[in-house]
């Protein structure tokens, strides 16, 4: 059986990251969606509910799953006899560091673990988590970027930000 996973922050997930997950879910029999808890970042949604959200966005991606982990990349693939990593790659910013990352990972990993990448649909080539992030604390106007259920949250979490 054919496995990837697909590890990223996901904080919130976006329709870049969708169109990433299902093209990627096409390629491989399985497609595991991990959640990393870096607790260097600190997070609109816990890793709990991200894994949730992405639960949700993906119920119609039957080999989807979804995951968390913490630390390396390369023992959580290990431990769950992974050898592909997907990203998505937008511009050319994204590449040097994704190709750094890519690299040490297939070092450290003793070539174990190698990386593909995607590359995004133009439609989503401006979307990041950030971005949706900093428009909808402004209260803007992130239909375009997240599905309806995640903007509802995310406008939701702003909310009770404001509110203490
Ligand atoms: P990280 O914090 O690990 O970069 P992200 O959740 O921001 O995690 O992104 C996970 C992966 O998805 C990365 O490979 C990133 O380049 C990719 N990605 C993010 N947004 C898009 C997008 N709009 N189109 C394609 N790929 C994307």
Redesign the pocket.
Known sequence: MKKAVY?????PV?F??L??IKRASEMFDELIVSV?NNKAKTPLFSVEERVKILKEATKDLPNVKVDSFSGLLINYAAEHDLHIAV????AIT?FEY?LQIAQTNKKLSHEELDTIFLT?SLE??Y???SSVKEIACFGGDISQCVPEFVEKLIHEKYANIDNK
């Open positions: 590890p990223g922050s996901f904080d976006t870049g990251h169109d990433i990393l990203r998505g790659l937008r994204d994704e995004t989503y080539s979307l990041s988590s």
